[in-house]
């Protein structure tokens, strides 16, 4: 367990020296401002736009929004993720500098827990922090609050490590470039199949809510972010829980009590393939 840390420390002191932390900063600066701004312009104008009585127009618009941070998050998160990971593997023995740690003293295995450690932990505090920042922002701005505050939290937290394990194994099988590729396009069909899924409900297709259920157990990210998005508003009903129900970029859907028991499952099962190929593969 000490050899993971060693490798972890040495992982995030090479993330500050190329100044991806700081870069991460200014940009999250940079999103919180612009999302502080726009949130004060919808609530200010949010009773002028025509929505109907039966519709509480301060929890349509605090969800909403808190929803496209949550969307604006957790693409942040995944981009942290995979810049942390990308070359984990395959990179760093290209570059000649793997073969001596993983003979010894630390050995393969060890060295991939530390990887996976130094971006799973910074990628969830990430995502959790800018999400409580939005939060905070939002009651700043309106007066709302989410109906459940840390679990959605926890779920983006969630859905971001699983993109570092996703990242983390394409390491081992795929050149950087090729990985970055990859995980940013596996990201882009979670989103995708959770809008078809948000279309299929307006519509009634069956079709389409099955391709998306289907698409959030074979990618369970995009299972948890829908069910942080129902969290916030789970509280709303009427037309208003309707509203929402269709949500930001993939709708608000509950994932159950089984999400997360299968979630670590799926993580699991993405780490030990990690280490299975990272045995075998010949550096």
């Known amino acids: 367990m000490t050899g993971a840390l060693v490798v972890a420390r040495h992982a995030l002191e090479e993330a500050f ?3 991806v932390f700081a870069v991460v900063l200014v940009l999250t600066v940079a999103f919180l401002a612009l999302y502080r701004l726009g949130a004060g312009k919808v609530f200010d104008e949010v009773g002028g736009v025509g929505i109907p009585e039966q519709v509480d127009d301060r929890t349509l618009a605090g969800a909403t929004l808190l929803g496209l941070a949550m969307f604006g998050t957790l693409f942040l998160g995944a981009v942290l993720a995979v810049f942390l990971t990308l070359g984990a593997v395959r990179g760093d023995a290209e570059r000649g500098l793997l073969q001596p740690l993983v003979v010894r003293p630390l050995g393969r295995p060890w060295f991939l827990a530390g990887r996976f450690l130094a971006a799973g932990v910074v990628s969830g505090v990430y995502v959790f922090v800018v999400y409580a920042a939005a939060a905070l922002l939002t009651r700043e701005a309106g007066g709302w609050w989410p109906d459940a505050f840390v679990a959605p939290g926890l779920e983006l937290a969630g859905a971001a490590v699983i993109l570092v394990a996703v990242s983390l194994l394409g390491s081992v099988l795929l050149s950087p470039t090729a990985n970055g590729i990859a995980v940013f396009m596996v990201y882009g069909a979670g989103l995708v ?5 948000q279309i299929g409900v307006a519509l009634r297709s069956e079709t389409l809510t099955s ?5 959030s157990k074979v990618l369970p990210f995009e299972a948890l972010y829908q069910d942080g998005l129902n969290a916030i508003s789970a509280d709303s009903f009427g037309l ?3 509203a929402l129900q269709l949500g930001p970029f993939g709708g608000a ?6 999400l997360w028991p299968y979630a670590f499952a799926y993580l699991a099962a993405l780490v030990g393939l990690a280490l299975l190929g990272f045995a075998r593969r010949d550096l």
């Open 240 to 242: 208003t829980r309707v």
């Open 17 to 19: 020296r190329r100044r």
């Open 253 to 258: 859907q509950a994932g159950g009590d089984l």
């Open 211 to 215: 391709v998306a259920r289907t698409t």
């Open 193 to 197: 199949a959770g809008l078809m899924g």
